[in-house]
């Protein structure tokens, strides 16, 4: 039972990352066209929107990981820029795991402290993978509604958005890369007796 609890968390968390993903690109396209829900509003359309949502927060995701832009799979051979990154995020040089199999690595992890610390790597992945372009992608909203002269609110917004989306871009691809470093670490081949 404490497992299937486990399991649930899980899913629970990183299917909430979709729908804040999702919910900023929805509430900021509503807000740029004027069609933000009343309070008064029937909880169906509430309801409705966490699912538009869900989806969208999937889609962003997801149909980034098609373009050079992003991934969500391990990033065993990152860029410079990303080594950059990652060398400075966890005072550690990038270490060559291109001849890993990172997949049966993963299984090889049987220490259930090594698999919760890579579960939460995977979820702020997720966090900059989802939520990090969909930032993006509602700045770029607010900052059309900007430009069709609404107030500097807009602007400030659509230029927090931006950077903070850029920001969590960045950390997603860390964390592509520090799952990648961490299973290779943790999953090594057992050394013969």
Known sequence: MGELITVLQRFIARDLV???????VVGAFLHTFG????????????????GISYAV?????????????LTTAH????N?????????????????????????????????????QLERIITLKQVGTAVGPSFVLSGLLFLS???????????????????L?????CLGWVKGAQQ????????REPRAA
């Open 18 to 24: 979709f729908m804040v993903a999702g919910g900023a």
């Open 35 to 50: 069609r933000l829900p009343r309070s008064d509003d029937h909880l169906v359309l509430y309801l409705l929107l966490a």
């Open 57 to 69: 927060g999937y889609s962003v995701q997801d149909g980034l990981s098609l373009t050079p832009l």
């Open 75 to 78: 990033v065993q051979r990152p």
């Open 80 to 116: 410079s820029f990303v080594q950059w990154l990652y060398g400075r995020f966890t005072r550690t040089e990038w270490a060559d795991i291109s001849h890993i199999d990172l997949d049966r690595a993963r299984e090889r992890i049987a220490d259930c402290e090594q698999l919760e």
């Open 145 to 163: 509604r900007w430009w069709t002269g609404a107030d500097t609110f807009d602007l400030a917004v659509a230029l927090a958005a931006g950077a």
């Open 165 to 169: 989306g850029f920001v969590l871009v």
């Open 180 to 187: 990648a470093q961490f299973t290779a670490q943790h999953g």
